[in-house]
């Protein structure tokens, strides 16, 4: 439960969904800072973390906020009473520090944006992932009924909302079809309730995007944005005896994604000559079945007793770069620092290119239900679904 007194006494804060950790600004009389919390054992002050990046940027003059976090923390009792006692020790502290000029060291914000972002994000904190410091953007996340992470990053004008009118920017991986409901949003609020409600509307398409993902073999990787999957359904011969692949292009309608997809054949003519005749025979429609895995389907339509093995296939002449090649993080978006490998983490399975921010995907790993053991998590790749083990020695702040 939320200590109301939090909401009354700090409403700039945000908490996250289990109220163990809180990010936002506390007010230092004319200007605020950007602060994170930590309290796992909440609401008793045990282990209580406290990060404050400006205090880290300047070195002020014998100041140490870990003694100083310990001294206040035996004086009270709750984290309300422990942020008004600490408050006036950082009011102090700036004003005390002529080496700083605290005006331009401090970020200036525009109160009406401050206050309308913060009163908007309020209502739905159990679902911030991360907050710009200067509220330039907000991520949320929002766990579908299988318990896999969704993610939207939304940028704020410096002048909101005062342009409330002009719709928002934002990067999220939804099929292109649900897009369009984004387009026209104008608050913070309506975007982010737009897209929980698309994310919950889509429980099926996610659930068979999984399923094709770990049991039909597809080739290449996928992202939640994808609904086309290449699924390779046999081996066809050329003339000269070779094997020639022959994968099929399965487009679902992410809207009614049990129904029968459409197909789409590749591979050289000779060798998709009696799969293409197979299509020409029979009516797909006819033949799937919401009562069959999608697997099952997929071999029944064809005629095939099993599915082949993943194959690589060569990339275009106008190849795309993919996230990995882009060095983004494949959950919140943002770029890697290749430089940091302790901060990055990269997917075993040779033939997925996902790259990930190391606490983007413990903290997904823990969302799905992962507990940590002998300082690890384990789990599944959000986009392969290949076993994943990932170290938390240096993430304390995720630590349960």
Known sequence: ?????????????????????????????????????????????????????ELEAFNFHQFDLKETIEIVKQKTHSLPEFLKELIPVLVKVWKQDTSINVPNSSYIFNEEKFHSVIQEVNLYGQYVHTIDENLKHITFNVLDMCKHS????????????????????FETMVPSVSLNLFLKMTTILNLFETFKNVVNELSNFWNVHNEIISTCNPIGSYTFRDVNYRIPIGLGCCNILLDI?????????PLNPLNCPKFHLHGRPASMEKFQKRLNEINPILIWSTENSFKENILNVFEVPTLQSQYEEEKPEHYIASQN???????????????????????????????????????????????????????????????????????????T
């Open 150 to 169: 969704h993610f939207i990053k939304i940028f704020i004008p410096d002048e909101y909302p005062m342009i409330k009118k002009q719709p928002l920017c």
């Open 245 to 253: 692949h022959v994968c099929v292009e399965v487009e679902v309608d």
């Open 1 to 53: 439960m939320i200590d109301l007194s939090m909401w009354e006494n700090f409403p700039m804060l945000i908490p996250s969904k289990n109220c163990k950790s809180w990010k936002g600004y506390i007010s230092l009389n004319t200007y605020s800072v950007y602060i994170e919390i930590f309290c796992p054992n909440i609401p008793l002050l045990d282990n209580l973390k406290v990060q404050i990046p």
């Open 325 to 399: 090649d882009l060095n983004c993080c494949c959950i919140c978006y943002d770029q890697l620092d290749m430089a940091l490998k302790n901060q990055t983490k990269s997917c075993v399975n040779e033939k997925c290119d996902a790259l990930y921010h190391m606490s983007c995907i413990c903290e997904w790993l823990l969302n799905s239900g992962s507990t940590p053991m002998f300082e690890h998590l384990q789990g599944k790749c959000p986009q392969c679904e290949e076993d994943m083990l990932v170290a938390l020695e240096n993430f304390d702040l995720i630590k």
